[in-house]
């Protein structure tokens, strides 16, 4: 069994920043994908941002496309996720995700283990 449990949301004005933190314990799996979606209520969940094992290979929703960097610690089974340029669009519920395959996939439906989620609200 996989923990995943993030950090770091909160209350920004728009053009603000924040950074996501999410760290993963138990039964890792090395070259595991890790990856960022969000949701907001009544709407399905999004991908958001996905990183490899060996940090070569990003992929990110046109939505967040050079405004959010994701990263990945492997020393301390830790993803980031550096969001810039907050919008009151990027308001929701973010999710920190860990699929135990080095394949890159961005549907929710192929990642194993989820985080509880952490709240990011951006003002107008």
């Known amino acids: 069994q996989v923990t995943l449990v993030e950090s770091g949301g909160g209350l920004v004005q728009a053009g603000g920043s924040l950074t996501l933190s999410c760290a993963a314990s138990?039964?890792?799996?090395?070259?595991?994908?890790m990856g960022w979606f969000r949701q907001v209520p009544g709407r399905e969940r999004e991908f958001v941002a996905i990183?490899?094992?060996?940090?070569?290979?990003?992929r990110y929703a046109n939505a967040v496309y050079g405004r959010f960097t994701i990263s990945r610690d492997n020393r301390r089974n830790t993803v980031y996720l550096q969001m810039n340029n907050l919008r009151p669009e990027d308001t929701a519920v973010y999710y920190c995700?860990?699929?135990?395959?080095?394949?890159?996939?961005?549907?929710?439906?192929?990642?194993?283990?989820w985080g509880q989620g952490t709240q990011v609200t951006v003002s107008s």
């Open positions: 990183l490899s094992w060996r940090g070569d290979d990003t």
């Open positions: 138990g039964r890792t799996v090395d070259f595991n994908t």
């Open positions: 995700a860990l699929r135990p395959s080095s394949f890159i996939m961005t549907s929710p439906d192929e990642f194993d283990f």
